[in-house]
């Protein structure tokens, strides 16, 4: 990286830390399309499995203690939550229902399939969505039919792999490699894979700078 990128992505950084430092509000739960908010910001959504760690990841990167709400039992969340940062409101995160939810009724699945699946066809407004990966697991038969479905749906996003400080530093950089590999593969796919710890706060810093880069493109 030259000089002046190195100076563009510092700046990026302050700017997302000053941005999430700020205001975050929970907006609404939709539980069907008819609901969301009108579409007057740009969206950054998150995707992953029940119990990847996406309420702790949303709750790290916004330095709220309790901004989403953790659950001890998984996929609980069937809606579309949002929350507004900025005053006034500069973007909006998704949170979207996890998937994988192994006791769940058939119909219980299909609505979600269908809300998700809608959802990421046709909000205009949708920047990114950041599919989350536990590196404990790496990429799950599960995860793929996710990807396959915002690859048809030309949702591009981010890999961002969860729970980096529950493995070992080689396993780590295994399950890194990997899922960069199978990245490249997908049509809608980020090659680079972020990778984060919410309890150790690591890389929660650069999917800030991401989340902000993303909305503003």
């Known amino acids: 990286m030259s000089p002046e990128e190195q100076a563009v992505r510092a700046e990026l950084i302050e700017r997302a830390r000053l941005l999430f430092a700020g205001r975050i509000d929970f907006l609404k739960s939709a539980p069907a399309l008819k609901f969301l908010p009108d579409p007057t910001v740009p969206e950054v959504a998150f995707a992953g499995r029940s119990n990847v760690g996406k309420s702790s990841l949303l709750n790290a990167l916004t330095g709220r203690k309790s901004l989403a709400r953790t659950s001890v039992t998984p996929g609980r969340t069937q809606e579309l939550n949002y929350f507004e940062v900025g005053e006034p409101t500069r973007l909006r995160l998704v949170d979207m229902p996890g998937y994988g939810f192994a006791k769940a009724p058939p119909k219980v ?109």
Do not use: C, N
């Open 109 to 217: 699945v299909e609505q979600w399939r269908r809300l998700v699946r809608d959802f990421l066809r046709g909000r205009v407004v949708l920047k990114r969505t950041l599919l989350l990966i536990d590196s404990r697991h790496g990429i799950k038969p599960v995860d793929e039919d996710m990807m396959q479905m915002l690859d048809e749906a030309g949702v591009g996003y981010r890999v961002v792999l969860t729970k980096a400080d529950k493995i070992k530093a080689s396993e780590l950089a295994a399950v890194t490699a990997a899922t960069e590999a199978a990245a490249r593969k997908r049509t809608a796919a980020y090659p680079q894979v972020i990778v984060t710890s919410s309890e150790k706060r690591m890389g929660i810093e650069e999917l800030r700078a991401a989340v902000l880069e993303d909305a503003e493109q």
